[in-house]
């Protein structure tokens, strides 16, 4: 039975440390302003235009590029969870901005992901598949964290209110009901994949991620057809990996903390359930606190040690953004703030800033040095949207922030 007061005095202990090292200077004084009044804005702009441009006639994104554009790559390569996950950046961009320029385009690529990616298991379950050629698999599969990531893409796009609508909700409840059928009704954990060869679920492949990306994408279904079993699963998968993880290193999960984010605002959490789940997003965030690169005269300030990864660090302020609304205390709320106005600052910093690429992000922050591995300089456009996705995210924050 996992514990409802785990690590909670070491908790503000490693607070009272990271007070005394991180930014010693108002946080405020460093957040970039664009001429629209809103900390990164132009760099939202740019990167969402990269995406518009990177989107086909087909609806499908061309999934990389290079900061040099003489340097080309084949499209075949892809996989159907990261399109989902560029269209769930692009439903927060309309969110938070309410610019729906793009919405069509959104749209568009929906229906692509739709018509692709989304088949019926036996006649029963919709999934999402994973095609073999794409992504280099052996067999064909459905991951139960590209059936949470769709969720997360695609529920937004029904309204219980209209009466027409942009997606079938029957659609959506049916990768709700594929989640609900691949979790381990005794742990709560949520298996990896189906296995379209042997026709069942593969219970034993490990996928660390896949659980809270299913989590996520339950909520965001409940928060469109309120029916207690998509929060009932969700929690369960999330009290498992707390649980799975007692008294080891956790790991971050920037999924895990926008699930429990939403269940903590519909005040969902019930009997220990909440003291658990806030302790486990604590438990996450500690960490990537202390490995921040927070002294000023840095190359990679704002960064973190070993890591000036656009993707990753993308994920980190995300799940920063999220982990901000899953705590009561004050004092870590102020250190989160602190922490995502720098990695906030390190992503602009590496964002291409002009050229027929401009907008992009590429793979590392080294990409502007001369004799770097050509990884380097490759955009993926799920670096892009997992950046995007921290900025629109530290937007709201600052909002609040400043009606203190």
Known sequence: MLSAAVYVPLIFIILVI???????KDARKL???STKGMPYHDEIKTSVEYII???LESGRFKYRNNVDPTIEYENESYNSLRHAGVLHCLFLYEKYTNDLQYHDKRLLSSEYFIKRYIEKIENFYNCVISIPQEEGLNIKIAKSGAAGVALSALSNLYDKSSQSNEIDLELLQSLGDFLLNMQNPDDGNIYAYYDFDKIEINKSAQAIYYPAEAAAGLMNLYEIDPQTKWVDC???ALLYLAKSQENKEIVFDHWALYAIEKIFNHN???NDEYKILQNYAEQMVIPILTAQITNPKHVY????KDNVRSCSIGTIMEGLGSAYYCTNSDRLKKVIYKSMVIGCMFLSRTQVKT???AGGLPNSANWVKPGVTPNASVIRIDNVEHVVSAWLKFQQIHQSQSKI
């Open 234 to 236: 969700a929690k369960k």
């Open 268 to 270: 969902l959490a019930i």
């Open 53 to 55: 441009r990177n989107l």
């Open 31 to 33: 957040v970039h302003f």
């Open 355 to 357: 050229g027929i690429n």
């Open 18 to 24: 990271i007070l005394a090292f991180i930014l010693n």
């Open 301 to 304: 300030f704002g960064a973190f």
